[in-house]
């Protein structure tokens, strides 16, 4: 595709509930990352993959979090028993790795906006 | 740990006009990247510049500008001639040399008046 496409785009859900939220990279980007963007903050670090691989899940807040990325395409975020402090918008973002780092350009999705009710 | 703080929360310029958000960090390390991230109200964020530590020259990309001053550790984005289309939430990011985990400021709200 021309950019990296985040679905939905919003999602309402109840307390408790569980949650996927898909991110589709820019076709051949080897390096995926998730953030959250909580209101009045800026994007806090959650995932990086690279390929297939969680290089980095360092930010994850707790076991309720999980991401994955089967194929090396896209990949989902996954959250189990929400909790109203999940409410936020959840961003993904891809990069090339040509310069053989993390340092290329990551391009972002639109995010989905998550409210846990 | 490293952190990136952003000290002004809004910010307004006229048209025309040069504006400079300010950035200052904090880390204990010697090779990073800094980098500034416009958020439209779109929504979608685009990297507007980025600036390696072990360069002396600040980066330069059409109206944007960067004054680095690595020994304050700081990191202050100029925009000269600026555009209604600058409108946006202003983010400076800091990352580590060598890692993935990138870490935001709290963001500038830029509105560009006409």
């Known amino acids: 595709g021309a950019g990296v496409s985040q679905t939905p785009s919003n999602k309402v859900t109840e307390k408790g509930k569980y949650v996927e939220l898909r991110c589709d990279p820019i076709s051949g980007h080897t390096a995926l990352y998730w953030y959250r963007q909580s209101l009045g903050q800026g994007p806090e670090f959650l995932i990086y993959f690279q390929g297939t691989g969680a290089a980095d899940d360092s930010g994850l807040p707790n076991d309720r979090f999980f991401a994955v990325r089967p194929e090396g395409s896209v990949s989902t975020l996954k959250i189990q028993r929400t909790e109203r402090g999940d409410s936020a918008v959840y961003l993904c973002a891809s990069s090339s790795l040509t310069s053989g780092d993390s340092t290329d350009t990551q391009y972002f999705g639109p995010g989905t906006r998550l409210t846990v009710l | 740990a490293q952190t990136v703080t952003q000290s002004q929360p809004e910010m307004s310029v006229q048209e025309a006009e040069t504006v400079t958000l300010s950035c200052t960090y904090d880390?204990?390390?010697?090779?990073?990247?800094l980098f500034w991230y416009k958020q439209p109200p779109s929504r979608q964020m685009i990297l507007v510049i980025r600036q390696e530590a072990y360069k002396q020259q600040n980066a330069t990309e059409n109206r944007f500008s960067v004054n680095f001053q690595k020994a304050a550790k700081s990191f202050s984005l100029k925009i000269s001639d600026s555009q209604l289309g600058d409108t946006a939430m202003y983010f400076c990011?800091?990352?580590?040399?060598?890692?993935?985990?990138?870490?935001f400021g709290t963001g500038t709200r830029l509105k560009v008046l006409a």
């Open positions: 990011a800091f990352l580590l040399s060598g890692t993935y985990k990138y870490i």
């Open positions: 880390t204990s390390e010697n090779n990073y990247y």
